[in-house]
């Protein structure tokens, strides 16, 4: 099938899809998938929970204040589970690969069961302004959560994805698309409640597929959000690659000392990540994620992609542990890499203003 949009002066463009800037992404033969599956079965992986998943009751009355505060609006991250994170930034809600359903697979009666509820029900939720869409895979690309964001009251989302993901909505009634190609920006214009905000779509080492003949057909990527009071960065699904340091050169100006310094917030993913040499090309692991941190220069991270769905060999509250080692290996602080519990809300300092010491 022809890439409708080929360019062929673009690297990671294919005539018949898309392709990673650094190493290529091969998928995995069968025999590869049931070498892992076997190995995994003989070591009695994954292991059972050593403690249960944080979780807490989501702050609705600070939520939904903030969400109506307009330019007042301070800074925050919800962590509803898994990929999805409410970030209110700059007047506006917005929302991160949103998956509420009880298992990320084509149909609701198989595959990864969720293991901890979402940290706000859809019906919880303020109103969505905008969502960020890395990929296509089942477990960020949730159609119920999508379609039931669309009919939200209030008015659809718009709905901001990498190439090809456009036809997928339409084909549900959903028209508030827009596509963006690596480095392509979208301007969410100021209204008299929210910021100016550049969103631009950045490379990520991975893949796409929603069926077995669509693989690497369309594009996936994370997201650079620059709001006045909050420069955010989302990185979806990714391997580690020498794509976070081309990420910091690029915003190199906009990240200037003198203008507030590096992303304020960093959503970056810790789990499914064994066994390494199935996994290494598509997810990073905590060490991994830690050096994307520094690649990065931002000023704080928050820990996404763990304890919602088992996915991968390593259990399920894993990812923290080796996150803290991590950390301690280069000598940084747990509180610059923050492990959230499932509905808790992380309030931000609002970004420093250009010249200034203080917010």
């Known amino acids: 099938m022809k890439n409708p949009y080929f360019n062929p002066a673009k690297k990671h463009h294919r005539p018949d899809g898309f392709q990673n800037n650094y190493m290529s992404f091969r998928g995995k033969r069968w025999h590869e998938i049931l070498r892992w599956r076997w190995q995994a079965w003989r070591a009695g992986h994954p292991r059972p ?4 998943i944080p979780v807490l009751a989501p702050d609705l009355a600070f939520i939904h204040a903030n969400a109506k505060a307009g330019l007042a609006m301070q800074p925050a991250m919800t962590w509803i589970g898994h990929i999805t994170v409410l970030a209110q ?11 509420f359903s009880e298992r990320c697979f084509p149909v609701q009666w198989a595959g990864p069961a969720r293991q901890t509820p979402p940290g706000l029900r859809l019906d919880q939720l303020p109103h969505i302004d905008v969502v960020l869409l890395s990929h296509n895979h089942y477990d960020h690309m949730d159609e119920a959560s999508l379609i039931a964001l669309a009919k939200q009251p209030g008015g659809c989302p718009l709905f901001i994805t990498p190439l090809g993901h456009k036809h997928w909505f339409a084909r549900r009634g959903i028209q508030r698309v827009i596509e963006l190609d690596w480095w392509d920006t979208h301007v969410l214009e100021a209204t008299a409640q929210s910021a100016r905000i550049p969103v631009t779509l950045t490379p990520a080492q991975h893949w796409s597929a929603r069926t077995a003949t669509d693989a690497l057909r369309s594009l996936w990527g994370g997201y650079a959000v620059l709001s006045p009071d909050c420069h955010l960065f989302f990185a979806g699904d990714t391997a580690y690659s020498k794509d976070f340091i081309d990420i910091r050169q690029h915003f190199a100006r906009e990240h200037a000392p003198e203008l507030g310094g590096g992303f304020d917030i960093a959503l970056l993913p810790i789990g499914a990540y064994e066994p390494r040499w199935f996994m290494k090309d598509q997810h990073v692991n905590p060490e991994e994620s830690v050096q994307i941190f520094k690649d990065l220069g931002c000023k704080r991270a928050l820990a996404v992609h763990w304890g919602t769905f088992q996915l991968t060999d390593e259990a399920l509250d ?5 996150l803290a080692r991590a950390l301690a290996a280069q000598g940084l602080s747990p ?3 923050h492990v959230a519990a499932v509905g808790e809300t992380w309030r931000l300092p609002a970004r420093l203003k250009p010249n200034s010491s203080t917010p």
Do not use: H, K, W, Y
Request: hydrophobic fraction near 35%; charged fraction near 15%; charge should be negative.
């Open 335 to 337: 509180t610059d890499f």
């Open 49 to 52: 929970l050593q403690s249960p």
């Open 89 to 99: 930034i700059g007047g506006l809600n917005l929302l991160t690969d949103p998956v």
């Open 318 to 322: 894993e990812p923290p542990r080796a």
